[in-house]
């Protein structure tokens, strides 16, 4: 035989020889190595759950999301729902839960929990448009010459009636409103002349316009999506006043949604606090484990104080903390049983515990240089590589226990324990370097994809099987032979043949006697099994892979439930405000988008234009007096007045009549004075049938009531300051900090309308985004960029471990036949397995994918050792020979690495450990079972390939192992 497969069985040779002659000098350097290793892989212990870390730093993608961490802090943030039968409760509680995360900085960002408006009490005129505005410009410019009296009213009103007055259109801006409230303004003082004193005026339609406006801007919806509130727009006339103003801030002080459905009364009223995740500690045991554990203790507390309260924790750093507890929970577990399995295992098919011992040992030391490598050269695990822990306690026994089976099967056959050793590395060695190879590199592929986390598995899974593989070629051996080289022949021979799988050896008269039928049914089954290629889903959810039992997980349904939304959003950066208000008009328009969140509403838009007309309502209105008595009615002043103004009035209309087939405005002055005219004329009655004295006495003190209420409203409103704008430093903090970047830019949150963890409303959800705003960011997109990617990635990673292991077992076998051979039972399984898959609804997720090359890399390995014995023995004698027993041993010790996943919480290990468990055992079947069929026909069809492989030596050939004079069958 030539090429790789000489190559590694004479290297192997003379390790075996090396190995012999200085046994305890291997064993002493091992030992220190595994010190070495235990010391820096406690030293720089490190498991990281931070996804950004995950990810490559150079993808634009992880760009874009880093650029805006920088600018705005990210947007991954804690989120704590507070729920009661009250408003007033749940928002009392808020404030309490509130202090107290500011107590945690720097260890949490910008928190929304009560937001501050008072900034914004004396400038809400610029909330209303420049339409808005001109009509309460004008209403103030009226106010502003009545001086608050009944003779000033009426003068004002008979100088308005001035032809030229009437004629420019500005002052009929300002006449015609005054003119539509005249009427019942007649009619009050009419009546209170005609002794009806308990006639009232609504005083403040004074101040309304005529149309009363719609908001400028929506009102914050108060059960908008989870994010820092802007206030709601106050949309508000003259008439509206400081308790108006009061009440719309607030309305929108604290993030509520009222659920109505009667549900849970005891939840009727939720109040979100919101805290982005600040800086990341760097001792505790994930970036954020203290400062969840703090906040949680501080709400057991809150609820223990306000019984009745329902307080919960979640948000992207909760989900991660618990994630990672339960993960590294489950690892240290699953470690457990993997550990005491194998060791049942050892104890039950050797009758002892030393040998169990030596292999758990040289196991050992193989995981403390991995460790090490893993901390040196990686640096840290993370939430994914975490999970090689028990894979390789699993898969690295292997290689000690087909080591091991060669060595005590030449041992019972009365070798010398040189020879066994040298058959052990000659020939076995070489499958295990090759099955090991195999293993090793499907998770070497891994490493080609765009996840720097599944890079990182990949390397650190690669190199910890190739170290379990060298651990278990060099140092198992040593022990072997420190312990039998002075033993006698007898002692070994008893000592190999205490196995209690010696039961086994009849099943190769059995196994092979119908091959046919076997082959037969493993077609049927596998073209069976290839539908579910095609039918087999996938599953992209994250957070289907978290444990549903998990408060932080059951907060967020109830966050879902009550608020309508996801808490997932995505971040569109404007490069100022005049971009986001163009943009979010854009976004709102995409069908999948539901709401934006973003501060257009707390910064209106045109207030260099509004400025001018805000200045020139309020500075007439600093002259206007509103302390102090009203003055009394001048009663012939009032008489005279009144007589003028039915002259107006009649006149006005008379002139507008003949005037109403030119135009509207003259049409709508016929119908207005029209209406006016019976009014005063009944107002002239009234007072011609009193006196002086009583005119002044009954309208005096009625003074008060139509414009008490409108000198309040103006008192207010000189209060207000018209310098400037509004700008980024008038709204509350944790809506600036949260919108509005470093460098001036401006974030829009977005919030699709169906619930984006779900690949499919994700997708149209991002790509429609991306059609308005390319760069785009957030934890959709980032879920949508790389979910997808993950699981192609596995699929590219399967593809590339089937070719590269067939190249290393072509490189092996250097013939076709064997390479087919040692194949077909892996592609069965994985055509069995998927089918299973479909069979039972199991579906693939962004956790368990990873499966496909992993389980290509381990079910190799099996038929790579059967083939190999075959060819050195031709001869379908797997169970008479270690070969079938080992394959058994290792099999079953590399299922209980990932059966003992199944007793993890995570649905993403558990999935895993599941699709493994299957995939292991399917591949066991088909090697154990399956491959002997076709082996068996090629022995009795003479197929088997001419080529000398190197047989035993007992049979008198010079291969491999040959012994020395007076070493056949004496120990040493």
């Not at 019942?184 to 316009?209: C, H, N, V, Y």
């Not at 190769?508 to 596998?526: E, N, R």
């Not at 805000?614 to 008489?639: H, S």
Request: aromatic share 8%; net charge negative.
């Amino acid at each position: 035989m030539f090429g790789i497969h000489r190559f590694l069985q004479s290297n192997l040779l003379v390790l075996a020889r090396a190995i012999y002659a200085r046994p305890l000098l291997i064993l002493v350097v091992s030992i220190l190595l595994t010190v070495v290793s235990a010391v820096v892989a406690y030293r720089n212990y490190k498991v990281i759950n931070n996804t950004s870390q995950l990810l490559d730093a150079d993808s634009e993608v992880n760009k874009t999301y880093l650029e805006l961490e920088r600018e705005f802090g990210g947007d991954v943030v804690y989120l704590v729902l507070i729920q009661s039968n009250s408003k007033e409760t749940s928002r009392k509680v808020a404030v309490e839960v509130g202090s107290f995360l500011e107590t945690l900085r720097p260890y949490v960002g910008t928190i929304t929990a009560r937001l501050d408006y008072s900034k914004l009490k004396d400038r809400p005129l610029f909330y209303l448009s420049v339409d808005e505005l001109e009509k309460i410009q004008n209403q103030t410019a009226f106010l502003s010459k009545i001086d608050f009296n009944f003779n000033s009213l009426l003068h004002f009103t008979n100088v308005s009636f001035a032809d030229d007055e009437l004629k420019d259109s500005d002052n009929w801006k300002q006449f015609k409103p005054m003119m539509d409230k005249f009427p019942p303004m007649i009619a009050f003082m009419t009546e209170r002349l005609e002794g009806k004193a308990d006639s009232q005026f609504p005083a403040l339609a004074l101040m309304t316009q005529d149309d009363e406006p719609a908001p400028a801007q929506d009102p914050a919806d108060p059960n908008a999506a989870p994010a820092p509130a802007a206030p709601a727009q106050p949309g508000f006339s003259l008439a509206d006043g400081q308790a108006k103003l009061d009440e719309e801030m607030a309305n929108n002080e604290f993030v509520t949604f009222h659920d109505t459905s009667g549900k849970d009364p005891t939840r009727e009223w939720s109040v979100l606090i919101t805290a982005a995740r600040g800086k990341t500690e760097d001792k505790s045991h994930s970036p954020t484990t203290l400062t969840v554990r703090k906040i949680r203790a501080f709400l057991k507390e809150m609820e223990a104080k306000y019984p009745g309260v329902h307080l919960g924790l979640t948000g992207e750093p909760v989900l991660g903390d618990d994630e990672l507890i339960t993960t590294d929970r489950d690892i240290h577990n699953a470690s457990i049983i993997t550990a005491v399995l194998i060791g049942l295992l050892f104890l039950i098919s050797y009758r002892n515990l030393e040998r169990p011992i030596y292999a758990g040992l040289v196991l050992g030391m193989g995981m403390a240089y991995s460790f090490a490598f893993t901390m040196t050269v990686v640096g840290h695990f993370n939430i994914i590589s975490i999970a090689v822990i028990p894979m390789v306690l699993g898969l690295g026994i292997d290689f000690g226990i087909q080591i091991m089976g060669r060595y005590e099967e030449e041992l019972a056959n009365g070798k010398s324990v040189l020879y066994a050793l040298e058959q052990s590395l000659g020939h076995t060695g070489v499958a295990v370097i090759t099955g090991g190879s195999t293993t090793a590199m499907a998770f070497l592929t891994i490493c080609f994809n765009d996840f720097l986390g599944l890079r990182e598995l990949g390397t650190i899974a690669g190199v910890s099987v190739i170290l379990c593989m060298v651990a278990n070629l060099i140092t198992l051996p040593a022990i072997f032979v420190l312990r039998d080289r002075n033993r006698s022949r007898e002692a070994l021979i008893a000592q190999a043949g205490s196995s209690n799988w010696t039961f086994l050896a009849p099943l190769d008269k059995y196994l092979t006697l119908h091959p046919w039928p076997v082959l037969i049914a493993s077609g049927l089954i596998t073209a069976a099994s290839i539908y579910g290629i095609f039918h087999v889903k996938f599953d992209y959810n994250l957070l289907h892979l978290q444990n549903p039992q998990l408060e932080s997980v059951k907060v967020l349904h109830e966050l879902f439930r009550v608020s309508g939304n996801s808490t997932l959003f995505a971040s569109v950066v404007a490069r100022d405000m005049d971009e986001a208000r163009v943009l979010k008009e854009q976004i709102l328009a995409l069908p999948s988008v539901r709401t934006v969140e973003d501060p257009t509403k707390v910064i209106p838009e045109g207030q260099d234009e509004k400025l001018p007309i805000i200045q020139g309502i309020l500075e007439p209105l600093q002259k206007i007096p509103t302390t102090g008595d009203f003055p009394k009615v001048d009663a012939a002043a009032f008489r005279k007045d009144v007589d003028q103004l039915l002259i107006n009035v009649v006149t006005a209309e008379k002139g507008a009549s003949e005037m109403a087939s030119v135009g509207k405005k003259a049409r709508q002055a016929a119908e207005l004075f029209k209406k006016l005219i019976p009014a005063v004329e009944r107002l002239k009655q009234a007072a011609a049938a009193l006196s002086d004295a009583e005119i002044s006495a009954r309208l005096t003190p009625a003074q008060a009531d139509v414009f008490g209420a409108i000198r309040e409203k103006i008192a207010w409103l000189k209060t207000m300051k018209y310098d400037r704008g509004i700008t980024v430093y008038d709204v509350p903090e944790a809506v600036r900090k949260t919108f509005f970047g470093s460098n001036g830019k401006v974030r829009l949150m977005v919030y699709g309308k169906r619930d984006v963890w779900d690949f499919e409303p994700n997708t149209e959800f991002v790509s429609q985004l991306r059609t308005v705003a390319p760069n785009v960011t957030g934890t959709p997109v980032m879920n949508f960029q790389y979910i997808d990617l993950l699981r192609v990635s596995f699929l590219h990673a399967a593809a590339y471990a089937f070719v590269a292991i067939a190249v290393l077992i072509g490189f092996h076998f250097r013939n076709w036949k064997y390479v087919a051979l040692a194949i077909a039972p892996l592609a069965m399984a994985v055509i069995w397995r998927t089918g299973l898959m479909t069979l039972l609804d199991i579906e693939f997720n962004p956790a368990n994918v990873m499966t496909l090359p992993l389980m290509i890399g381990i079910d190799v390995a099996y038929g790579v050792y059967i083939v190999d014995r075959f060819r050195e023995e031709r001869d379908v004698s797997m169970f008479s020979s270690s070969t079938g027993k080992a394959i058994v041993l290792t099999g079953l010790t590399s299922l209980f690495g990932f059966v003992s996943m199944l007793v993890s919480n995570y649905v993403g290990m558990y999935s895993m450990g599941l699709l493994m468990s299957l995939g292991i055992a399917i591949g066991m079947f088909t090697t154990i079972v399956v491959l002997p069929q076709a082996l068996a026909l090629m022995v009795r069809h003479n197929a088997i390939p001419d080529e000398e492989v190197g047989n035993r030596g007992e049979k008198g050939s010079a291969g491999v192992g040959t012994p020395k004079t007076g070493e056949a069958s004496t120990a040493s």
